[in-house]
C-alpha cells in the first residue's frame, strides 16, 4: 500500500522567513496530494492540494510542488506569521475499493512555530 | 465550517466496552471515510463507506466496524475497546466517484481507561 514520509518533524523559524516541508510518497497510481493544517484540538483543514498533471500550484503564500518521477511533494510558506504556528500534514490520495479516489495516506506530521 | 458534524465531542469508556461514533456528512456527498489520529501521529484510514456499503480497509482489526445509511450519514463502532483505541476519530466526507477534496468533521476525541 501507500507510504508517505514528511521531513522534518518540526521547524522552528522567524516571523516573515520562509518554511518548506517536504513529502514522498511510494505508490505511483497517487493521483491527488493536499497539505493540511492541523491547530491543537481541531480538525485537519485544507490549505493547498495538487493533482498528478500539474507540477506546481500557488495560493498567495502558500505554493505546493510536485515531482512524479521522484515521487515528491513539497509545501512552501513564504512571509511567515506566528498564526502560521501548527501541525502541518501531507497526504497522498490513492484508489480504494472501486473507485479511484479513495482513501488518503498521511504523513507523520510536521509542527511549525514561527517566532515574532 | 465544512458541513460535515461528528457526535459526541468527547467520550470516555472503560477498557472492553463497545462505542459507537457518529458522521453525518456534508450535503450532497455520498462517501464518508473514518481515520484514528493517535496523539502526536498523523490520521491513519480505518474504512470507507461509498453508496452504503464498505468498498476500502486499513490495517484495523473487525472488531472495528461500521455503517452508512440511506441519507449518507455513518457510524463508527468499536467492540472489546483496549487502551490503545484512545484517539481522536475523524470522519471526512466527499464525492466518491469525483476527483473532489475530503472535508473532515471536528472528530471525536475517545479516551479508554
Known amino acids: 500500500g501507500e507510504n508517505v514520509e514528511q521531513h522534518p518533524s518540526t521547524l522552528s523559524v522567524q516571523e516573515g522567513d520562509s518554511a518548506v516541508i517536504k513529502c514522498t510518497y511510494s505508490?505511483?497510481?497517487?493521483?491527488?496530494f493536499p497539505w493540511y493544517k492541523q491547530e491543537l484540538g481541531k480538525r485537519p483543514q485544507l490549505i493547498i492540494d495538487?493533482?498528478?498533471?500539474?507540477g506546481e500550484k500557488k495560493d498567495q503564500r502558500i505554493a505546493v510542488t510536485l515531482n512524479k518521477t521522484a515521487k515528491h511533494f513539497s509545501l512552501h510558506i513564504t512571509e511567515t506569521q506566528p498564526e502560521d504556528s501548527a501541525v502541518y500534514f501531507c497526504?497522498?490520495?490513492?484508489?480504494?475499493?472501486?473507485?479511484?479516489?479513495?482513501?488518503?495516506?498521511f504523513g507523520q506530521g510536521t509542527i511549525l512555530t514561527v517566532h515574532p | 465550517e465544512t458541513g460535515v458534524t461528528q457526535s459526541p465531542t468527547h467520550l470516555i469508556k472503560t477498557r472492553g466496552q463497545q462505542v459507537t461514533l457518529r458522521c453525518s456528512s456534508q450535503?450532497?456527498?455520498?462517501?464518508v471515510s473514518w481515520y484514528q489520529q493517535a496523539l502526536g501521529q498523523g490520521p491513519q484510514f480505518i474504512f470507507q463507506?461509498?453508496?452504503?456499503?464498505?468498498?476500502g480497509r486499513g490495517n484495523f482489526p473487525p472488531r472495528f466496524s461500521g455503517l452508512q445509511f440511506p441519507n449518507y450519514s455513518s457510524e463508527l463502532n468499536v467492540n472489546a475497546l483496549e487502551l490503545d483505541d484512545s484517539a481522536l476519530y475523524l470522519c471526512?466526507?466527499?464525492?466518491?466517484?469525483?476527483?473532489?477534496?475530503?472535508?473532515f468533521g471536528q472528530g471525536t476525541r475517545l479516551t479508554v481507561v
Open positions: 471526512a466526507s466527499s464525492l466518491g466517484n469525483r476527483d473532489t477534496e475530503a472535508f
Open positions: 505508490d505511483s497510481a497517487s493521483n491527488y
Open positions: 495538487i493533482r498528478s498533471n500539474v
Open positions: 497526504a497522498a490520495r490513492s484508489a480504494v475499493g472501486g473507485t479511484s479516489y479513495g482513501k488518503l495516506t
Open positions: 450535503s450532497g456527498h455520498n462517501t
Open positions: 463507506y461509498y453508496r452504503e456499503e464498505e468498498n
